[in-house]
């Protein structure tokens, strides 16, 4: 890539010479609010479509962040109960206030989230108000849920195989299960997530940003996500924002770590302790790792020739460079710290 081409590519214009496309948006696929095209996406949505309307109980499974609240509304969206309202409620809390959340919750859907955190005394209770839930709708007694959804970031089975979820619980509740992979495992995913969020983005803060510029998106495949679709989302907020363009480069991308916490997993994201799949798809992250590094190698050293060029001057230099002073000294200050490390 010529030094012209760096700069269209560092301020997202010219994008058409460089023979950039954007996704078109017509190519938006998924179910209600969940956006997916990945295989295993595409299979998940034709088993929520075909069982939604008949569902009572159900399980979401899948590492945090990666959109189990998000399927458990859109099946109830889909459903018998969608006349009536969606209760999410974190299970733990549950019982604490279960009276107010039944009558909130009646002829709609309960979710419970997180059922991998009950401890085993939560877990009988929890068993005991499945039966007595089963024993209304017997009854047809139309003011308690009509749906009870709950989500894990543990398989069931697997929890109930280790010891850590009582066998009748595990029965009761996975008998419909839905799996959400991580993001690692559907990479497929993350331009369509990507271009959804920066729509979502400008709609909601009035900021025309079109989509990804050229070598943003080499950029996010590289990474693992260990907070999964959360994480991606929060990511293109913050790239959305810094943006001087309407169209994302990789310099407006955050420091995308592979340590980071996100509020819901563990340190490490829960990735890990989903799948061993993931593993095989952190294996090849890291290969990838080595081309995002290349990438802001890259743009550093092309700062730093037109640097050198105009003798130091930055005004100068970002005038040339056709981006602000601001982003110029951001970029710079990106180099001096990873000089440091
Ligand atoms: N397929 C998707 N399409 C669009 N947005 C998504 C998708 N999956 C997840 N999201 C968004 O990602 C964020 C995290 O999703 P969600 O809260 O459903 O995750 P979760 O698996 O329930 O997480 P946790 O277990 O940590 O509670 C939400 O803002 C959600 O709207």
């Known amino acids: 890539m010529s030094a012209g ?6 301020t997202g214009t010219g994008l058409a010479g460089i023979g950039f496309k954007p ?5 938006f696929s998924g179910l209600g609010a969940m956006s997916g095209a990945s295989p295993v996406m595409e299979r998940l949505f034709t088993q929520m479509r075909t069982t939604a309307p008949h569902l009572r109980v159900a399980a979401i499974e899948g590492p945090s962040g990666a959109g189990k609240a998000l ?7 889909a459903g018998p ?5 969606f209760v999410p409620t974190r299970a733990t809390t549950f019982f604490a206030d279960s009276q107010a959340l039944l009558a909130e919750a009646s002829g709609g859907t309960l979710f419970l989230s997180h059922i991998d955190e009950l401890d085993r005394g939560q877990q009988a209770r929890l068993a005991d108000f499945m039966e007595w839930l089963e024993h209304m709708h017997t009854r047809k007694v139309e003011y308690v849920p009509r749906q009870l959804f709950a989500s894990s970031r543990m398989p069931l089975r697997r929890l109930a195989g280790e010891g850590g979820l009582r066998p009748e619980l595990s029965h009761r509740l996975s008998a419909i299960c839905f799996v959400l992979p991580p993001l690692v495992e559907r990479r497929q995913d993350i331009s369509l997530l990507a271009e959804r969020f920066i729509e979502d983005f400008s709609q909601r803060h009035g ?10 998106l080499p950029r996010l495949q590289a990474h693992t996500w260990p907070g999964n679709v959360r994480e991606l989302e929060s990511v293109i907020h913050a790239a959305a924002l810094s943006c001087e363009g309407q169209w994302i480069r990789p310099i407006d991308i955050p420091a995308l770590n592979a340590s980071v916490s996100f509020p819901s997993g563990r340190e490490d994201g829960d990735n890990g302790r989903w799948s061993t799949d993931a593993k095989a798809g952190a294996g090849a992250a890291a290969q990838s790792l080595e081309e995002e590094a290349n990438l802001d190698r890259a743009i550093l050293r092309h700062v730093q020739a037109v640097l050198t060029a105009v003798k ?3 005004l100068r230099a970002a005038q040339l460079l ?9 970029l710079l200050e990106a180099r001096s710290f990873s000089e440091k490390l």
């Open 312 to 314: 130091g001057n930055k």
């Open 5 to 10: 081409h760096i700069a269209q590519a560092v």
């Open 322 to 330: 056709g981006i602000s002073r601001s982003t110029l000294y951001r």
């Open 81 to 85: 109960a969608s006349a009536g309202r």
């Open 71 to 77: 399927a458990a509304r859109t099946l109830h969206n």
């Open 23 to 27: 996704v078109p948006r017509e190519e």
């Open 207 to 216: 900021k025309p940003v079109r989509g990804l510029g050229p070598g943003a």
